[in-house]
């Protein structure tokens, strides 16, 4: 009884894991799209340079044609391939100019690697399903048949 119930919390685990998973990607896709959405809406483009490159963001400097120097705190959107000291191209938004991204990149490249995240997880959760429902019917102990009565004449 306790394995059992040991195995039927791993498998909600697991399954709850790979949904939030999925749900997360599902969720920074949107954020993507209603980014590029809101830039394109209120589209205004200007030559940036790059300042600084780090794993979590690119931090890039641009002026609007009001004069202002604008670094987006949160970097740019869609920066691979930019290092330190480029000029690039970006698109950003007129109301909000700390929503920046690199001219001509869009949300369709998240689209691989949130798409890949998600094929793996499901594939790992496939896999940890498998074996525990592998585990569950090697612990259960196969009914044996009885054994024929013998007759005595």
């Known amino acids: ?6 195995q039927r919390i791993a498998r909600r ?8 998973i999925t749900v997360l990607c599902v969720g920074l896709l949107l954020a993507a799209i ?6 394109t809406s209120h589209l205004g483009a200007a030559n940036a340079e790059v300042d600084s490159v780090s794993w979590d ?8 044609p009001d004069g202002i120097v604008h670094i987006p705190a949160n970097g740019v959107l869609y920066p691979g391939g930019l290092v330190a000291g480029d000029l690039v ?15 001509g ?3 369709t490249l998240t689209l691989l690697p949130l798409g890949t995240t998600t094929l793996v997880t499901w594939v790992v959760a496939g896999g940890l399903l498998w074996w525990i429902r592998y585990r569950s019917r ?7 048949e009885p054994a024929p009565a013998l007759t005595g004449k």
């Open 138 to 144: 090697r612990a259960t102990p196969a009914v044996a």
């Open 57 to 64: 963001r690119t931090i890039i400097r641009f002026d609007t």
């Open 89 to 103: 191209r970006v698109e950003y938004d007129t109301a909000n100019p700390e929503l920046a991204r690199v001219a």
């Open 13 to 20: 685990v697991v399954l709850g894991a790979a949904v939030l």
């Open 1 to 6: 009884m306790r394995s059992t119930q040991r």
């Open 105 to 107: 990149r869009t949300a």
């Open 34 to 39: 209603r980014n590029d959405e809101a830039i």
